[in-house]
């Protein structure tokens, strides 16, 4: 049991599936395509929202450097992505690199993992977007009926048909082709990035020295009850997370985490690119460095122009303007807060199906949803079957409480990819590697306990309901995907190292 249960499937043949012809995506994209779907997917409500949250709540102007060391536990884990990437360019990021090197059973793990990743990412995203829309709606005097708006707080029973209509287009969208979507997505990141300049350069001169004094304000205890006062924090380590002070930046940097979420979904499309083993590792670090960046510099500008304890938590950058006498920025930012989520919507449903594609063509899951559309060479049914559901599922279900549940998915899958890297080092020395994770093990390491550190300090509900996903992916993997897997019906070598 134990041997089939960890079963691996050799780079080579996962290399050789991308080849047959009723199975095989189109490979379009290029280094730049892969550095604009990153940007254009981390690039959201984190840079719009979180920085006046956690300024407000736990590392008041030192929220730069929560962002920086959000940054540096992501960067760790896009050098083990790069080398991946680029070692096994196939469909399924972390789902198709668990395969290859701990085996079956945490391949599907990690695969079920990213499904539910995905899936509430891009109706949490989808939601947030609606929001932005009839926030410009009701300033120009439409008014969106309630049964047709958000839910969140609403005393009807509706439906969130914007929210729906979103996830609905871009399915058509992904379904019609990889490169059109990349055009798509490069037109609505340059206005998303031009927005975030804006506000940068003008921001910049309406900082006054004095609302960064203290930087670092001095450290409380986290309220009881509060999202932040995670038991399993307090079980392990003996001592609860800190509103600012030093650890308030860390407590922060676990936050300000979901703003990063989405660099990882450049690697699923590893197998639709032209030289997979030059520009995935350039897409996927250069994405990460661009938006690293582009969140330290908001935050200091926001911090600056606004005393941290006035920022508002709903839209800080454009309460920050109204604040410094300059309205007109708050209507402009919140257009580049709806142009920009569309795009993360987008590369986030992109993602999911990818991975749902290459769980199909190795049996995992049933091998219908692996064939790919004759003309568009796109694997068009399992983006119109998620792309459905998550459209309903956005339409119908207020998702804020889950949307932790995208955090602790994200680090589970850096964690796995980490610990992959050394032990392809182990089993594989001889596979070509255009790109190398340096420092190996250290890096990948560092990478698990960074992503450990992250994750713990989550809410202990976040942890409960992911244990009752990850269940739920056993209970079906032993029903259906262990039988039924191409390694199991021996339609591929077996390879038990």
């Known amino acids: 049991m134990s041997s089939t249960l960890f079963r691996t499937k050799k780079v080579e043949q996962s290399i050789r599936d991308t080849e047959e012809p009723e199975h095989a995506l189109k490979k379009s994209l290029s280094a730049l395509d892969l550095t604009v779907f990153g940007v254009g997917v981390i690039i959201g409500t984190g840079i719009f929202v979180l920085t006046g949250t956690v300024a407000k709540n736990n590392a008041g102007p030192a929220v730069a450097l929560a962002f920086v060391a959000a940054g540096i536990a992501c960067a760790l884990a ?9 070692t096994v360019p196939v469909a399924g990021s972390a789902y198709t690199f668990s395969y290859a090197s701990l085996g079956e059973l945490p391949a599907w793990i990690i695969g079920w993992d990213l499904v539910l990743e995905f899936a509430l990412g891009t109706a949490v995203v989808a939601v947030g977007w609606s929001g932005y829309i009839q926030s410009l709606m009701d ?24 929210a729906a209509a979103l996830v609905l287009v871009l399915t058509v969208i992904l379904v019609l082709g990889m490169k059109l979507s990349a055009r798509i997505t490069s037109l609505v990141v340059a206005i998303k990035v031009t ?7 003008a921001g910049a001169f309406l900082i006054k020295g004095d609302n960064y004094d203290p930087f670092v304000p001095k450290a409380k205890p986290v309220d009881a009850g509060s999202s932040l006062d995670s038991p399993l924090i307090q079980l392990m380590f003996g001592w609860a997370p800190s509103n600012f002070g030093v650890m308030g930046i860390f407590t922060a940097a676990s936050v300000v985490f979901f703003a990063f979420i989405g660099f990882d979904v450049v690697a699923t499309a590893a197998e639709e690119t032209r030289n997979p083993q030059r520009d995935m590792p350039r897409g996927i670090i250069g994405s990460l460095i661009i938006c690293t960046t582009l969140y330290v510099l908001v935050s200091i500008v926001v911090t600056g122009m606004q005393n941290y304890t006035k920022l508002s938590i709903d839209a800080p950058l454009a309460d920050a303007f109204k604040a410094t006498g300059h309205p007109w920025y708050a209507g402009f930012i919140s257009f580049g807060a709806a142009v920009g989520l569309t795009t993360v919507c987008m590369i986030l449903l992109l993602g999911q199906t990818r991975v749902f ?24 049914r399992p983006t119109i079957l ?7 599922l956005a339409g119908f279900t207020p998702l804020t409480e ?16 980490a610990i992959g890297v050394i032990i392809l080092r182990r089993t594989r020395p001889d596979l070509p590697r255009s790109f190398r994770t340096p420092w190996v093990p250290v890096i990948p390491i560092l990478s698990v306990c960074a992503s450990l550190w992250l994750m713990i300090n989550l809410p202990a509900e976040t942890w409960v309901r992911f244990g009752i996903w990850m269940a739920a992916g056993f ?3 032993f029903l259906y995907g262990r039988t039924h897997s191409r390694l199991a019906k021996g339609e591929e070598p077996v390879d038990l190292r």
Request: aromatic fraction near 14%; include cysteine.
């Open 402 to 417: 889950l949307a932790a549940l995208v955090n602790i998915g994200t680090l589970f899958a850096f964690v796995v990819v």
């Open 195 to 201: 927005v975030v300049l804006v506000v940068i350069i």
């Open 475 to 477: 209970l079906v993997y």
């Open 139 to 162: 300033n120009a005097g439409w008014t969106m009926p309630a049964s047709l708006g958000s839910r969140e707080g609403a005393d009807v029973f509706g439906f969130d048909i914007l």
């Open 357 to 380: 594609f290459a769980m199909s063509r190795d049996g995992l899951l049933p091998r219908f949803f692996s064939r790919v559309h004759p003309r568009f060479k796109t694997p068009h």
């Open 386 to 392: 998620l792309g459905v559901i998550i459209a309903i």
């Open 78 to 86: 896009a050098l083990c992505y790069a080398e991946f990437a680029s």
